[in-house]
């Protein structure tokens, strides 16, 4: 039976969940998109949403997957922990189906290891875009790659139980997917360094005040505090906040004079787009 009241059926309209298209679901990553916001989800909870090769594909996919009109893209893990990190499957002989184990890519020429590592990367680094601003979602562990992968994020937004830690030198490793520049730049060499050097935990009080979280919350309210963070983003006009963020970015690598000249530059174009007069 429908209601009679028109004012009625427009609540009830309102109260339904939100459409999400989904537009990819592989590998232990999926991507859906509800309007100008995109989210990302490592989904293999069974394993802490351990990380692989085959997922580190799936991701970059998930990056050349979105629509234009995506401004704002979210990434959240299912489960208690965002990510524990590479599955240590990779460190055995025999490594994952269809894929060369770590050991046989150590044996490999300079050039191949190179060019297999810059691959991987790549699920790293699509996060960056200045056309986009990208939330990671974080609770629970968040361990090496997983730390890297929120790292590779614009904004973090924590739940109370976040564990971050850079395991990698205890494996006798690196941290080499892309997460080395975004941790000095947010809490300074000497930190990062013991960071990574001991491999210790980094909880959430620690996150906030260092400045690798903007955010914490209890864990109930990360989902919410991640809505409200993107609705935020998206009040203000795209070209601005597109404007900005690459004005942000370019700071490390100019002088105060050099940054001054750019502000000028982005600001007459914003001043010419809003008269109409733009390119």
Known sequence: MTSSDPAQDRDSVQDRDPVRDLVLDKDGVRLTVENAVATVTLANPAKRNAQSPALWRA????????????????????????????????????????????????????????????EYQEAFTWWRRSDIVTIAAVQGHAIGAGFQLALACDLRVVAEDVQFAMRETSLGLVPDLTGTHPL??????????????????????????????????????????????????????????????????????????EQRTAERAAQARRLRDLAGIGD
């Open 59 to 118: 991701l970059t996919h998930a990056g050349r997957s979105l629509p234009g009109t995506v401004r704002v893209v979210v990434l959240r893990g299912e489960g208690k922990s965002f990510s524990a990190g590479l599955d240590r499957q990779a460190f055995t002989p025999e490594g994952f189906d269809g894929e060369p184990s770590f050991l046989d890519l150590a044996r490999g020429s300079d050039a191949e290891l190179d060019a297999v590592i810059a």
């Open 184 to 257: 000095v730049s947010l809490v300074g060499y000497a930190r990062a360094l013991e960071i990574c050097a001991t491999g210790r935990f980094v909880h959430a009080e620690e996150a906030e005040r260092t400045g690798l979280a903007n955010l914490v919350v209890p864990g109930d309210e990360l989902d919410a505090a991640v809505r409200d963070l993107a609705a935020a983003l998206l009040a203000a006009p795209r070209d601005a906040v597109i404007e900005t963020k690459a004005l942000l970015q370019g700071v490390p690598g100019r002088t105060y004079e």
